[in-house]
């Protein structure tokens, strides 16, 4: 393999990312109806906490990762058929 041209990330953008692409993945095996839905909301939340969330606030953005990853296993359960979300505000001063 050859060396990539495309961006260099930092290793919690990668985290984000894996996240992102993990919610889509785990959408699919849901149906058709859900599936669009939770790739709805999951695109909604994503954008939200990009402008949102300071870049640089690395604590905020791990809790929003930890939460994250918690969801994508209740999602990922066969049990689960789509997402609700909690309308939890902390401002980025808050510790969560």
């Known amino acids: 393999m050859g060396a990539s041209s495309g961006p260099k ?22 149906s058709p109806e859900d599936r669009r839905r939770i790739e709805s909301f999951v695109s909604a939340e994503f954008r939200r906490n990009s402008k949102l969330v300071d870049r640089k606030n690395f604590l905020y953005i791990e809790y929003l990762l930890r939460r994250g990853k918690k969801q994508l296993e209740q999602l990922n359960s066969p049990a689960t058929l789509g997402l609700s979300s909690l309308n939890l505000s902390f401002s980025e001063n808050q510790k969560p």
């Not at 953008?13 to 699919?28: E, S, T, W």
């Open 9 to 30: 990330f930092s290793g919690m953008q990668k985290q984000v990312l894996g996240l992102y692409r993990g919610f889509l993945r785990a959408a699919r095996s849901k």
